[in-house]
């Protein structure tokens, strides 16, 4: 599965462990209870104002590390 131009998205409880998500701009969605993992997966995405499964809260994966790139204003959620 190739993920791509996801902003907002809604993807709570997803299955993305076979997802590629290089260059996704997952800017302001919601990974609630998504399995994530893999090569491909949230390190190579576009990260800003992200809503992260509970998995990657102990990791070091900002969830705003994108969004200068983005041009986003970082307005912690």
């Keep these: 599965m190739l993920v791509s131009g996801s902003q907002g998205a ?10 590629f998500m ?4 997952l800017s302001d969605a ?3 209870g ?8 949230l390190d190579v995405a576009k990260l ?9 809260l102990l990791q070091v994966l900002n969830n705003n590390r994108d969004c200068e790139k983005l ?6 959620r």
């Design 10 to 19: 809604d993807l709570r409880g997803a299955d993305l462990n076979d997802a």
């Design 22 to 25: 290089f260059d996704a701009n």
């Design 30 to 32: 919601n990974l609630s």
């Design 34 to 41: 998504a399995k994530v993992g893999g090569r491909g997966g």
């Design 48 to 56: 800003c104002r992200t809503t992260l499964p509970e998995s990657f």
């Design 71 to 76: 041009n986003i204003e970082n307005h912690t």
